[in-house]
């Protein structure tokens, strides 16, 4: 299914956007895509995730609804209007007003197997290839 030369590296060449405030969630996301072969850029508050969001590299993203006291919206405001494919994973559910502005964002509630967030993940970057 991926669309590298080798399977074992099946996120190469992909940019992703960890957005997690919680450290060892956001260390264990972000060597997991490593070692799938991505890219990958941090955020642990909603500012640098805005900075991360508007990188050209980017490919996808994952976001922790909440970013310390601050909900991670205006960072998905930005990857919508890029068309940036992104997942929300959290320990909280969308508030009723954001799962109306994001239908069909998929929503993984923490805790959550890496095998499921991984899968995720390469769908979401497999239907942006898909449409490139």
């Given at each position: 299914m991926g669309t590298t030369a080798d399977p074992e590296?099946?996120?190469?060449?992909?940019?992703?956007l960890v957005a997690d405030d919680e450290v060892m969630i956001a260390i264990?996301?972000?060597?997991?895509?490593?070692?799938?072969?991505a890219d990958i850029l941090?955020?642990?508050t909603v500012p640098q995730a805005i900075v991360a969001a508007r990188n050209p590299r980017l490919t996808a993203a994952i976001l922790d609804v909440r970013l310390g006291r601050e909900t991670s919206e205006?960072?998905?405001?930005?990857?919508?209007?890029?068309?940036?494919?992104f997942f929300f994973y959290s320990g909280?559910?969308?508030?009723?007003?954001?799962?109306?502005?994001?239908?069909?964002?998929p929503v993984l509630t923490k805790p959550v197997r890496q095998d499921a967030f991984?899968?995720?993940?390469?769908?979401?970057?497999?239907?942006?290839k898909?449409?490139?």
């Open positions: 590296l099946p996120l190469a060449g992909t940019c992703i264990n996301l972000e060597e997991t895509f490593r070692d799938a072969g941090s955020a642990a205006a960072v998905a405001d930005i990857l919508t209007e890029r068309d940036i494919p909280q559910m969308l508030s009723p007003s954001m799962q109306a502005k994001y239908p069909g964002v991984m899968a995720t993940m390469l769908a979401l970057v497999a239907r942006q898909a449409l490139a």
